[in-house]
Structures are given as C-alpha cells and as structure tokens.
C-alpha cells in the first residue's frame, strides 16, 4: 500500500483560497487514481475530485466545480487541491485517497474504491 500523509488545511475566511497537499510515500503515485474527499461534523464522507485512471480528465463533485482544482506533481509524489472562493460549507476535515489499479472497476467517485488514505487535514472556513 502507498502511505498518504495530507498537510495545508487551516482557518480562513470565506472569498479565502487555500492548497492541500497530499505527500505519498512507498509507491509510485502514477501508478493509481488519486481522490479527495472531506467529511464534515455529523455527515458522511463525500467525494470532492479526482484524477481519473488516465490522469488527463479530472472529475469533480457538483458543489466544487469552478472552484477546486485536482493535479499531481509525479516528481514530487504529491497531489494537490487548489480551493478558491471557499464558503463556510467547505468546512471539514480533507481526505487524500489512492486507488490501486486493482479497483479498476469501481467508480472514483465511491469510498470503496480506494485501498489507501490519509489521515486528513481540517480546513474551516468563517463567514
């Protein structure tokens, strides 16, 4: 399994941008389909984006589209969300997420298609 370690997450004001970063070790991250997904106080977790088995098309959840940004860096090993005109309802907790290619047949958009996480980073955002 790859390890996922998150960092960037912090208190902004709403208008604010903030990028997350998702540090990956052990495994070559080009070698799987990386997500985001955040879980607010009292809710499931939900998908936010990711980027695709391919890494050229990037699929995005509703609620962040035109505002968040998935990339990778692969000589780095690290993925990115750039988050821009962030409301109080991206407040949450911030998941990285790694799919093996053995998921190959589950949908990106689903937790369970993901062996590997981060242990998160919160981002809370005033009004």
């Known amino acids: 399994q790859v390890q996922l370690v998150e960092s960037g997450g912090g208190l902004v004001q709403a208008g604010a941008s903030l990028r997350l970063s998702c540090a990956a070790s052990?495994?070559?991250?080009?070698?799987?389909?990386m997500g985001w997904f955040r879980q607010a106080p009292g809710k499931e977790r939900e998908f936010v984006a990711t980027t695709g088995w391919s890494g050229i098309t990037s699929y995005y959840a509703d609620f962040v589209k035109g505002r968040f940004t998935i990339s990778s860096e692969n000589a780095k090993n690290t993925v990115y969300l750039q988050m821009h005109s962030l409301k109080p309802e991206d407040t949450a907790v911030y998941y990285c997420a790694a799919a093996s290619r053995s998921r190959f047949t589950y949908s990106l958009r689903e937790r369970n298609a993901y062996d590997s996480w981060g242990q998160g980073t919160q981002v809370t955002v005033s009004s």
């Open positions: 052990g495994r070559t991250l080009s070698n799987y389909a």
